[in-house]
């Protein structure tokens, strides 16, 4: 791979200086003198040549990293017995900024020619590639420039700014905020970092699979959430390498299918990207050296409902006492949503990939799970509006068990007679079963009763 040195070549601006044009956004500079419709190409990820990573360059990333990345535990599941699968879980949540992408990061930054690594780099990114580039940029003295968008979560921005790097924040989503670093990067001779298409980036990730494999010779499948589809590719190279028979198994959210439609058309296409769960895996158009690095390697590519992601963060959080995000906990919505029945009796590795979930965001993905598991039912009950009506109806709900969490009532909204209220519960319940006795018992008590159990099958 020859990617070390020449972009000052190719980018030609290494002497650009600002002008001093600048606006504030956010407390944060912005240089309006940038040209944000001018297409600035990326000299490493291109289209018309895509690099397809070996294992060379992988065994190659794993030696340089060596040292400056974490080698994460890989862990039989306490679930396996209940989905019938050995299941492991590679927990590279536990990297120091809390994801896979240091792995990338720091082999990248390792390989820069020395006049690129004291200009610097650049990269857009709404959380993990962002974090990990200004961590091992600090750790390696590589001055990171990272643009984040507007929606990116505030602990990450923060957080990137603790590292020490400079953050700018602009974009209403992730290519506004790409179209930005690259014409800054242009101006100021940053090299830009692709966090899912840059061959170190790829090379990077795929350490991972050289630990997997080290610590579970006997896998049969690995579950790997994709988003650009640097990971996947990566690991692909290094297990089949490896292992030929290993099953490469990727997982995108229903709101995110960029990956399966590159694959489908042969060549990266934008889609449409909706809000998802799986913030990480929200690419509107994959990476050209990884789809073609990937292609030919993956057995198999599912699509998980957000409300399985909701439900696998929360088994992870009381199952396996870890907090993994969205994007990180994917793999295994795929195995709870059932999409992965041919793996039953066999040794399954999960790629748990990230672990930086917003912190206000995670009560209500708690939430989400719960009702995803009829663990938190939202129900409506008329009932008499004489005393003792309301009463009657809180004393039958306890006596099932059921605890109750809000609890709220209409009057004058209600079309049967004056002397009836709704009222409307959010209650717990122990779990589908319970729930669903519950409603029997409503509606045996009750004529009208509203009660929807919207709980996809375990
Ligand atoms: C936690 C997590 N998992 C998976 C992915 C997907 O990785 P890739 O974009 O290389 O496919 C990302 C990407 O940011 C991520 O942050």
């Avoid at 590292?163 to 001779?189: C, H, I, N, P, W």
């Avoid at 292992?243 to 490469?248: A, E, N, S, W, Y």
């Amino acid at each position: 791979m020859t990617t070390e040195n020449d972009y000052d070549s190719v980018n030609g601006h290494a002497s650009s200086k600002m002008n001093g044009n600048t606006r504030e956004e956010n407390g944060v500079e912005l240089d309006d003198e940038l040209d944000l419709t001018e297409v600035v190409p990326d000299p490493y990820c291109d289209e018309t040549s895509p690099y397809i990573v070996n294992f060379n360059d992988v065994s190659a990333a794993a030696y340089k990293i060596k040292g400056g990345v974490e080698k994460t535990p890989c862990s039989l599941s306490q679930m396996s017995k209940q989905y019938d699968m050995q299941i492991y879980f590679k927990k590279d949540f536990l990297q120091y900024t809390g994801s896979f992408k240091e792995r990338g990061a720091r082999y990248l930054l390792s390989q820069l020619s020395q006049s690129q690594a004291k200009r610097g780099v650049i990269a857009a990114s709404a959380g993990n590639h962002a974090l990990a580039l200004a961590y091992h940029g600090r750790l390696l003295q590589v001055p990171v420039t990272v643009v984040m968008p507007l929606s990116a979560p505030m602990m990450k921005v923060e957080s990137c700014r603790q590292q020490g790097a400079s953050v700018v924040v602009t974009g209403m989503d992730f290519g506004e905020a790409k179209r930005y670093a690259m014409a800054l990067g242009k101006k100021r001779g940053l090299m830009y970092v692709n966090g899912y298409d840059h061959p170190h980036i790829v090379a990077g990730q795929g350490t991972m699979g050289l630990e997997i494999i080290e610590q579970v010779p006997h896998m049969d499948a690995c579950i790997i959430p994709v988003g650009g589809g640097g990971l996947i590719a990566g690991l692909a190279i290094a297990l089949k390498t490896l292992k030929p028979g290993v099953q490469i198994i990727g997982v995108e959210s229903e709101r995110s299918t960029g990956f399966q439609a590159a694959l489908a058309a042969g060549h990266p296409v934008r889609t449409h990207v909706g809000q998802t769960l799986a913030d990480g895996l929200a690419v509107p158009i994959v990476g050209c050296n990884s789809l073609a690095t990937a292609q030919g390697h993956i057995d198999k590519m599912v699509t998980v409902r957000e409300s399985y992601i909701a439900l696998a963060i929360l088994r992870l959080i009381e199952q396996e006492k870890a907090v993994v995000e969205g994007a990180g906990a994917a793999g295994l919505a795929a195995i709870i949503e059932g999409l992965v029945p041919e793996l039953k009796g066999k040794t399954v590795v999960v790629a748990l990939c990230g672990g930086n979930i917003d912190t206000t965001a995670l009560g209500r993905v708690i939430e989400r799970g719960l009702a995803a598991e009829g663990r938190l039912v939202r129900f409506g009950v008329t009932v008499s509006d004489r005393p003792g009506g309301i009463a009657e109806l809180t004393k039958r709900i306890a006596e099932l068990g059921v605890s109750i969490k809000d609890i709220l009532h209409e009057r004058a909204w209600l079309q049967t007679d004056v002397f009836s209220v709704m009222v409307r519960c959010v209650v717990e319940t122990r779990d589908i079963g319970h729930a669903r006795l519950l409603e029997r018992e409503m509606r045996k008590h009750y004529s009208h009763v509203e009660f929807s159990l919207d709980v996809p099958a375990a």
